[in-house]
């Protein structure tokens, strides 16, 4: 059975840092991209990051909004990819989900074929 769960969720103070994890199994994990989204009532879904197959070295994309605040990781014994957010912003508060591609990596939403359930980020002083 396929799970994608993302975890590590909670509420930070503005200028903290959090990180999330997102643990998988049912498919092959080192062989699918890892991303991070996030989205908050009433607006789309927005891609933060990617990782990709450690076939592909690993590499990391970006979302310009979120690049040098946010870095994501791939720990393949653990089958688990992490995204280590700082200098979080009220404006960073969402839902952040995790989501595997086939493809070795992307930040669009339409091609990622598992999703979690997400974790809440509240970013409040």
């Known amino acids: 059975q396929v799970q994608v769960v993302e975890s590590g969720g909670g509420l930070v103070q503005p200028g903290g840092s959090l990180r999330l994890s997102c643990t998988a199994s049912g498919f092959t994990f080192d062989d699918y991209g890892i991303g991070w989204f996030r989205q908050v009532p009433g607006k789309e879904r927005e891609a933060l990051s990617c990782v990709s197959s450690s076939s592909r070295d690993s590499r990391t994309y970006y979302d310009d909004s979120v690049k040098g605040r946010f870095s994501t990781s791939r720990d393949s014994a653990k089958n688990t990819v992490y995204l280590l957010m700082d200098s979080l912003k009220s404006e960073d508060t969402a839902v952040y989900y995790c989501?595997?591609?086939?493809?070795?990596?992307?930040?669009?939403?339409?091609?990622?074929?598992?999703w979690g359930r997400g974790t809440q980020v509240t970013v409040s002083s």
């Open positions: 989501a595997a591609t086939p493809l070795h990596c992307t930040l669009v939403r339409d091609l990622f074929q598992y």
